[in-house]
């Protein structure tokens, strides 16, 4: 189990790697993909992300929970925000 959390963790360590970029890219170039286009998206992802690694070391309950939640509803917003364009 504990390299599969490893995993998991080299996964979110790249995610906010790349985002971090992305962000770099686009204010020095001010071109590329807006921060605020992909914010909520990749925030969702984090969120399951974590709620995973919670899962799999046998965190508590309620703090998976709160990350589905919190996945979902970043989720729902970044759609409303989309179909709004």
Do not use: K
């Not at 490893?6 to 170039?29: H, N, S």
């Not at 995973?52 to 939640?69: E, P, V, Y």
Request: with cysteine; hydrophobic share 55%; net charge positive.
């Amino acid at each position: 189990m504990g390299g599969i959390v490893l995993l998991v963790d080299g996964i979110i360590a790249l995610t906010l790697v790349e985002f971090a970029v992305l962000i770099w890219l686009y204010r020095r170039r001010q071109s590329g993909i807006s921060p605020n286009e992909i914010g909520l998206n990749i925030a969702s992802g984090l969120a399951l992300m974590i709620a995973l690694r919670i899962a799999l070391t046998g965190g508590q309950h309620w703090a998976m929970l709160a990350c589905l939640a919190t996945a979902g509803l970043l989720h729902g917003l970044d759609i409303i925000r989309r179909w709004r364009r």
